[in-house]
């Protein structure tokens, strides 16, 4: 986690910097990325190679042309137009349902949920993707999943994203290995461990399966997903948290 916040802090400072005409060597550009990593309690930066590779993945990302303008002896960067950040940029398709998983998600833990900045955000990226209202957040959780849960979890997490069937295969006792197809909805966590919550394929009865016992995922691309209709988000989080959701 601290190696994605430092790169996002060094790609917002680079990005403010190279839209000055004057440019930026990569001495300097290290200078204003250290200072504002320490502000942040984070380890600064030691190679230069670090910046120079920062400003590449910008320009290539981006499509931006940079400048590289010498002076004596030192090189000076700069954005070719000065009016591009990389803040100004649209977000993808991609980048804008990631967006909208998490303020779905942040939706049932804000204590401002029913703000109107929420709402408005909320309703705008429905628009802008087509999405059904009834869609609702698939992680109930209080910590992140441990290093151990984190490939299985992953795996699942995708496939709920995609509304994808999934093949498990989990052992709960001593009895040997079970399979079940599973229709996934949500990822929840209680009393600091992780389940899956779904519907069987076979019956249609919910589902429920600590990640930790899972030993394998398949997708199953030829049965038909179906959403949720087993699973009462909000009565859930009533229950949980004593208070009333809009």
């Excluded at 680079?14 to 300097?28: F, P, V």
């Excluded at 698939?138 to 994203?161: A, G, S, V």
């Excluded at 229950?239 to 959701?245: A, F, T």
Aim: glycine share 4%; proline share 4%.
């Amino acid at each position: 986690m601290a190696n994605v916040k430092s790169a996002g802090v060094r790609e917002l400072i680079i990005d403010k910097c190279l839209q000055e005409r004057r440019g930026y060597t990569i001495t300097q550009l290290m200078d204003c990325v250290n200072k504002a990593l320490r502000m942040d309690g984070l380890r600064p930066v030691t190679s230069g190679n670090t910046i120079r590779n920062d400003i590449e993945n910008i320009a290539s990302r981006y499509k931006q042309p940079i400048n590289r303008v010498k002076r004596g002896h030192a090189i000076y960067f700069s954005y070719r137009d000065p009016t591009f950040s990389k803040f100004k940029c649209q977000l993808n398709n991609s980048e804008l349902r990631l967006f909208h998983n998490i303020l779905m998600n942040l939706k049932f833990i804000d204590v401002y949920q029913g703000s109107v900045i929420y709402n408005e955000m909320s309703e705008s990226l429905k628009e802008q993707l087509q999405l059904r209202y009834y869609q609702q957040p698939i992680l109930l959780y209080e910590n992140i999943p441990t290093e151990k849960e984190l490939q299985t979890f992953r795996i699942l997490y995708d496939c709920i994203c995609s509304q994808t069937v999934v093949r498990l295969t989990y052992q709960l006792g001593s009895d040997g290995p079970e399979r079940q197809t599973v229709h996934p909805h949500f990822m929840r966590q209680e009393r600091q461990k992780w389940h899956l919550l779904g519907q069987k394929a076979e019956d249609n009865n919910p589902f429920c399966l600590p990640v930790r016992y899972i030993m394998e995922v398949e997708e199953d691309d030829k049965t038909e997903y179906i959403p949720n209709t087993a699973f009462e988000v909000e009565k859930y989080y009533n229950s949980l948290y004593k208070r009333q959701l809009t």
